[in-house]
């Protein structure tokens, strides 16, 4: 309801309604050029700052720049921020950004009915649409109805608004997402400074273009402010959280960072060998800065040799890591068999990635449990574990270096595309936080026996160098204690056994399993890995409407818990939503005898806390 | 492999301190023993410690090695030794890291981590038993067995164009090339000294007479009657002679190589060997193709460029340099971050 | 109870009483250079055209050529042979060929209580007596007690009867094998006549040793006739075997005889990629002889390069194979997910040894069925079948070939080390026992489209060079029908759901589940692979001694066959030795929610039937 | 590529009949859309027919190329294209196979099956795409990267000294190598053609620029000021001549190049090239490492050798016409049989 008052100093001034929400959901997306993941980080970072609690997603096109104005060229960037706890990037966005036609038509069937839609109505040109295969425009067509739309003519306005600083066209052209930034700041009553202060930063040696972005911002914010369009503007309040230093982290920067902390926490030289691949790279990328903690990336010529080389590292004393996704995994398994034979340290960190084969390569999935579990020759068991959300990974990669380095073992983190890209506000731990896992070096020629085990059922890590210590490790069978090849029949039972017990024994050195909810209830939506947040927020909401719901969260997938039989057995029923045909499902039946319903998405997307809501409903009301 | 911080005057261990207490399992009359016996006779010559050895090898008769030294050893999967070692040195560079392997483990399914290895220049000493022949597997070709071949795998003979290993590591720029062989034991000791002392990655291929698959393969270089026509001897800075009376030299038309008799040239007109032109290297590697020609042997090519564990150290040492020892509460907090307040 | 006569001319004769037997279990043992595999399977030929039902384990050491006299040196040659269908190459050996100490000292402890013992006594010297690590000679300190011995002079006999012939030592030596062959020979009453053939022809350009090793036959045949060491002889009568042409084969050579006989069967020309590893090797040295057929055999740089080159062989229309054994197969499933998406025919042919990583690499395993079910990146079903028997393996490699094709989809078969080196008696097929397996080739470019699918949810194979169906096939995912690159989700799952529907559908062309035994009982004994013919044995004790139990054998593995459920709900209890640590144990409870006792052995060593017997009888016991 | 069965006169299609119906995905502005035209160009001229073509490729921006050529065509997994097409060509010699690979796809995860498949022989053609980048996956260094490279892997600077492509696939002895790049049509219309006509493996270096990761990484090869001076184009049979006003020159002092002015020397004192030698090619391959001298461009190596696909048949052949073609039911009855009468 917005009217005009006459201000003091006799210009015209809205007053616009303000509403309260709870939380937001908005979408930006535009053109790969446009700029879509920059206006979205900047909006999360304001929006943090601003101390909501908040989940974002970026969606980037599979090439790396698409012919402008097409459907597969469209980029987009998700934000979900609250003034309450969050999980997911959010079901359905409020509010959707397009920069241009193609975006429209890509974004608009996520958007809730009655939902906002901004367009810049001077990307709607003739040639725009028939790239988005619109027959007439949306704009016209009459196609908007149901939603609320406002046209923006950003373009013109940020022409206008930079006109006659010196920049070029093109320069101007590129500087409209700022323009759609501060309409949006305006919209959702945010402050300005932090990417004002942003811009001057990081254009400091380019003033112009500071100037331009600056002028677009404001010229969007003042829009907002001057011109009749809106009808209200909206305001989340800061959500309650832990007090404490926060910062926002994607996945894979969390869990490079976790990398760095897990050298730093068992005191060893860090290693990563590893093979570029979609969605793990950044973890390289991130890495490879971090010469400073004397941390050594050695991007191999392949992922066997990414594995081979972080073996050899571990061999000589490294904590070491290999990092890739499902078909650089499959690579690696026959030498992830190597290190649970030779019984070394190493974590492998897999980010799922949708398959088979190449499959989806941009696209997160969770369909890489069972090649985790059982993908190797012969009897090769080693912990699995999964990261439940991006600041997760932080913590469960110190988890892995963790049991690797008690028990002499290969540990495999799984994580996914989604966790990897989407990003949480994070509460810094500090020093105290952190785990001390350092182990010590065998070093003493009177007792040592290469395979000796101490009561973890782990063998002593003797680093080459050490005098009286030299002995030989391999791939063939090895001799209990002696651990020369042995062909022995008993011997190799035995040593199979053992390396099972070892795994098993992982048992004891991690948490109980814990559920959110009731112990016992009618339902529990049972799920690993990044489908966490959209689980939790379905969950809240089931328990909001009343439902006997509870949700349990497994992160060590090999082996289980120990009572996470007997806390599953507290539900009448089990929903496990996965993002692949059930694997989890299968795993749960062959261990516990346990039935449970699958809810299976493998369409390269997390999924919606509705989705499963609903499935769960439907159980429930079926019981 | 370089000067090194553990270096000693007297290293204290002696050819019989490297035998390890394992029964040797490689055939009677294999090629191995020499081979083996070689490198522990030079290892106590080259004046480090004996805990800094590492002996790391793939799969195949070759790559059981490391169970006969007593040194550290890493008996790895099929073809991914020169992957282990390059990590062990990246992590651990004042490690002496050697790799044992096979024409199969090596050049077949391990080809990748060589030519790799071969630009990237690690210090590690790849000795590349060659027999001609996947032995463990009892008798298929491998990428070394001639044209024509007969092996339990191409009964009707081998129709494949084999690698020269030589050539290969030349063109994948391997900085230090060369060749030595079971028989000639000297040769040997001096070869597998050379390398050690190479600061960069050595590669040396070494012919092994496999008995029992592939007897007799390099008889005509190692036969005493045979060998002095059909070998020459390397060495940097010496005309190529060769033959029963050292009656024969190699020159150079142009960029072709020609075998003269002595009878009727000066060795003034011989070719004079230079082991750091990568140019001669790839002449004379590929040289014994041609009917006449003489195999040669000893080191073909030896240059100096930075290693990658060296380049490695050094960029860590020049971050650390400039930006400072990395703190990890810092880098948690780097970048945008906001506090929220007791409330 | 031997007593001598006189004989017409004079000499003495003695006379020795025949013992019928319905089975026998010989074992001959001696160092790698012994000869002990052709003594072996000579007394297999033999015994074969006698007409007897057999089978056969030939145990090499790892070494190609351990120094002669070691424990880790010996060779052995176990051969089971009756006048009733049998299944396993024998529990315990009756008789001992021991050719030095090494000999003895390894395969004393599988003797049955009381059998006989050969040895050359000449061996027992002092310095093969330290080699094989005895404190004190064995035939003399008493611990042979409870044995039959016969103590010997091979050498010392075989020299003089080869004596002046002109051959050198080394090669007289050399034919004492063929004087313990020929003393084998009297000792179970068989014809010299086939082994004295094949001397002739396999010696005919060695005139020379010819004729050393037929006197060194001849030799230890009248040995057995004139000395009165043997107090009897035993007979064992033939087999009442189906009718027809039989010849003996191991497990690898039936594989490699049904690739040529599956291509037949297909009319397409053939090819194997391949990289050797033990215990596959054979297959790809036995194809490479029938250049013939016109089958191409490749030998790869790597695994990776043997499975890819027969995917290109594939989609250019051959059928197309791989082989390998544990970690080769391991580096093979990034490819085989490549197989999946392109949907192309393929056979995988994993011939198991003990793992994990190079493990026991010369001894049988049946630990790669997660491998071959789970082991690669993302949802990526397929096919998975095993051989039973050592002939079995030339039927079910026609059978994977046939499901490759009628469905485009690789397949993966799993023998093992056991079954490719062990031998059985084969009852030859004629031409019309085998299937027509062919597919037509697409060619029609006014229907074709490359993932159109048939009542099998089959795509058509349309082989490059046919003009007009130009088409593009890759590792991303396919569109339904179009085949062209898809990211849309919705196809993306629904794709997922196809490749699994289509591996499901298997079922339908697949023979249902059948059982030895009764239908229900109160235990059924359920194996898989190599373990059939310990499993079948261990049954029939069994049900000769009346227990109520049976033996269901799964060649099927993935899917399992339709009525597998409801056959294992026949039996109030299941039975499942594996060897490994209990993998189809595991895939019945996820699959039937169906508990079952696990026998698990990882020796490197095949069931014994005895085994398998206790096993089962304590079960019925407790019931 | 040899004379073919189908050849036919009139191949009876045209560039545009070789554009599929897929959009084109790469980013504008970047090389691989030129390659993409002149290979459009280059085909119908052959003479061939063009359901014969396959073009297989790896994974990589480059290796989408197959999704924009209306033949058939095989997008692979990350590295074994190569493998890919050697087991479609020994199975079916008859195809025209192609293979389009990048930098890392090639060199880094798929060497081991291109220095194979150069041995072996394959009538294969390998069109690599060098941007010295990996491009797809957003810009890590690659084996061909430069020493020093700022990479999204290697923000400090790449510590590797990078493969020199046409060394290592002399090295691996292939056939026939060549450079050409994507900023000059005509000479890579000529180089695809000359790889296509010849029979055995013919591997051609591709400089391409990705606008994106790395670009002008070949500015100045390409860049019509700096060309001149900087490229030098080898023709079989002609002196090596360069430079803006053709007055460079390029001469041997033995086995090592100098680079002369045509002011103080006669054309005639130059180097003739000799596409045949493997010497020559080898020197020339690596000349520009030393500064002065330009890059090469053109056919460095083109000699004759059987392919694999034609040793196979002939082997098979051979054996058909020795033993008679294989008859299943006799092989089955191989050996030792017996026969089991009813009874
Ligand atoms: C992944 C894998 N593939 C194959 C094998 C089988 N294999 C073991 S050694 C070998 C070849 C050995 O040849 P070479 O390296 O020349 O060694 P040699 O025995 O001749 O000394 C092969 C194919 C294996 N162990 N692992
Ligand atoms: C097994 C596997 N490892 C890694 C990747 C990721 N990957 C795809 S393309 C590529 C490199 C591409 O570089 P290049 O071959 O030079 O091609 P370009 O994109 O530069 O044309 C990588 C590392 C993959 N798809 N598969
Ligand atoms: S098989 Fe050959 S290489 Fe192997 S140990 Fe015996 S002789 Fe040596
Ligand atoms: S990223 Fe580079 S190589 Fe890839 S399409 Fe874009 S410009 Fe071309
Ligand atoms: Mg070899
Ligand atoms: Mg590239």
Redesign the interface.
């Known amino acids: 309801m917005p009217t005009t008052i006459e201000t003091a100093d006799g210009r015209k001034k809205k007053v616009v309604e303000i509403i309260e929400l709870h939380e937001a959901t908005i979408r930006f997306a535009g053109d790969s050029g446009d700029g879509m993941q920059l206006t979205g980080s900047q909006f999360t970072a304001t929006t943090a700052q601003a101390g909501n609690d908040l989940s974002t997603l970026p969606d980037y096109p599979a090439e790396i720049r698409a012919p402008s104005g097409t459907l597969y060229g469209v980029s987009g960037f998700q934000l979900h921020f609250s003034d309450r706890d969050i999980h997911t990037p959010g079901d359905r966005p409020d509010l959707l950004i397009a920069m241009n036609p193609a975006a429209l038509k890509v974004n608009l069937k996520d958007l809730r009915p009655g939902g906002y839609i901004i367009v810049n109505s001077d990307a709607f040109d003739a040639k725009n649409l028939r790239l988005a295969q619109y027959a007439t425009n949306p704009l016209e067509d009459g196609s908007l109805k149901g939603y609320q739309v406002f046209e923006v003519p950003i373009t013109k306005l940020t022409t206008a608004a930079l006109e006659g600083i010196g920049l070029s066209m093109k320069e101007i052209t590129r500087s409209k997402n700022f323009f759609a930034l501060g309409l949006c700041y305006w919209l959702y009553n945010r402050s300005l400074e932090p990417t004002l202060q942003w811009i001057a930063e990081k254009f400091a040696n380019k003033p112009l273009i500071a100037e331009g972005n600056r002028r677009a911002l404001m010229a969007g914010y003042n829009f907002g402010e001057m011109t009749e369009v809106f009808t209200c503007r909206f305001n989340v309040k800061p959500a309650k959280l832990p007090a404490g230093w926060y910062r926002n982290v994607t996945g894979n920067e969390a869990t490079a960072l976790g990398i760095i902390a897990a050298c730093e926490c068992a005191r060893l030289p860090g290693f990563l060998g590893s093979y570029p691949i979609t969605p793990a790279s950044e973890i390289l990328h991130e890495l490879s800065h971090y010469k400073r903690f004397n941390f050594r990336t050695f991007q191999a010529e392949d992922e066997i040799a990414g594995i081979c080389t972080a073996i050899g590292a571990a061999y000589g004393g490294s904590l070491a890591f290999t990092t890739t996704s499902g078909p650089g995994m499959a690579l690696k398994q026959e030498a992830i068999g190597l290190a649970i034979m030779t019984e070394l340290p190493l974590v492998i960190i897999n980010v799922q990635r949708g398959g088979p084969s190449t499959g989806l390569p941009t696209k997160p999935e969770q369909a890489d449990l069972f090649q985790a579990v059982f993908g190797r020759n012969g009897e090769a068991p080693l912990p699995v574990l999964a990261a439940a959300s991006p600041a997760n990974c932080f913590w469960m990669t110190i988890e892995a270096a963790r049991i690797a380095l008690r028990f002499m073992t290969p540990v495999i983190l799984l994580t996914d595309g989604y966790l990897a890209n989407g990003s949480e506000p994070w509460l810094l731990p500090d020093m105290e936080d952190l785990p001390d896992i350092s182990i010590p070096f065998a070093t003493d020629p009177s007792t040592f026996q290469p395979y000796a085990r101490n009561e973890d059922l782990s063998r002593p890590w003797a680093v080459p160098g050490t005098p009286g210590l030299e002995h030989r490790i391999g791939g063939l069978e090895k001799k209990h204690l002696a651990g020369t090849v042995s062909y022995d029949p008993l011997n190799h039972q035995f040593m199979c056994e053992m390396r099972r017990a070892k795994v098993i024994k992982v048992q004891d050195a991690i948490p109980d399993q814990t559920v959110f909810g009731p112990e016992t209830a009618d339902l529990a939506i049972v799920g690993w890995g990044g489908s966490y947040g959209a689980i939790r927020a379905a969950t809240e909401r089931l328990m909001e409407k009343g439902k006997s719901v509870a949700h349990v969260h497994i992160k060590y997938l090999h082996p289980f818990p120990k009572n996470l039989e007997s806390v599953l057995r507290g539900y009448k029923k089990l929903l496990v939503p996965e993002m692949n045909l059930g694997q989890l499902s299968f795993l749960l039946r062959a261990h516990f005898f346990i039935e449970s319903e699958k809810l299976s998405k493998v369409q390269g997307l997390p999924f919606r806390p509705s989705e499963i809501e609903e499935a769960a409903a439907k159980i429930l009301e079926s019981m | 492999m370089t000067t090194h911080p ?1 270096e000693t005057e007297q290293p204290g261990f002696t050819a019989k301190d490297l035998a ?1 207490d ?7 009359g294999c090629g191995d023993y020499s081979i083996l016996a070689q490198i522990q006779r030079t290892l106590p010559t080259l004046g480090l ?4 050895f ?1 002996f ?1 090898s793939g ?1 195949g ?1 070759s790559s059981r090695f ?2 006969y ?12 030794a020169i ?10 560079p ?2 002496l890291v050697w790799v044992v392997t096979g024409d199969g483990d090596c050049l ?6 060589f ?2 290895a071969c ?3 690690f210090d590690i000493n790849v000795l590349m038993f060659n027999n001609r022949i ?5 008798g ?2 491998s ?1 070394t067995s001639v044209y024509g071949q007969k092996t ?6 081998a ?6 290993p030589v ?7 391997c900085t230090f090339v060369a060749r030595s062989m079971d028989r000639d034991p000297k040769h040997l000791q001096e070869t597998i000294a050379r390398a050690a002392n190479h600061h960069g990655m050595s590669f040396v291929e070494i012919f092994q007479n496999c008995n ?2 592939n007897d007799g393969a390099f008889d005509l270089y190692t036969d005493k009657e045979t060998k002095p026509d059909h070998t020459v001897f390397l060495e940097h800075g010496k005309p190529l002679v060769f033959g029963k009376e050292n009656n024969k030299g190699i020159r ?1 038309d ?3 190589p020609q075998v003269v008799d002595l009878s009727e040239h000066s060795v003034n007109d011989l070719l004079v060997f230079d082991e750091t ?4 290297a ?2 004379l590697a ?1 040289m014994n193709d041609t009917p006449g020609f003489p195999m040669p042997f000893g080191v073909f090519l030896s240059i100096e ?2 290693t ?1 564990e060296d ?2 150290a050094r ?2 040492q ?3 340099e400039k ?4 703190d ?2 810092k ?13």
């Not at chain 2, 030294?69 to 991914?80: A, C, D, E, K």
Request: proline share 5%; with cysteine.
């Open positions: 553990t390890s394992q029964d040797i399992r490689w055939c009677p410690k004996k805990e800094d590492v790391v799969i008769c490391p169970y030294m007593n040194t550290y050893g890493f008996h790895g999967i099929h073809g991914r992957a282990i070692a390059s990590g062990l040195k990246s992590a651990h004042n490690l077949s399914i391990g080809g990748n981590h030519i790799h630009r990237k220049n996947y032995a463990l597997t009892k298929q070709y990428p339990r795998s191409t009964p009707y003979g129709i494949d164009h084999p690698f020269n050539l290969l590591a030349i063109g994948a720029e029992i698959f150079l142009g960029f072709r032109s990568k140019e001669l790839f002449i590929h460029r930075p990658y380049e490695m960029q860590i020049a971050v650390i930006e400072g020892k990395g990890l509460m880098l948690l907090r780097e970048g945008n971050t906001w506090e929220i307040k007791e409330n």
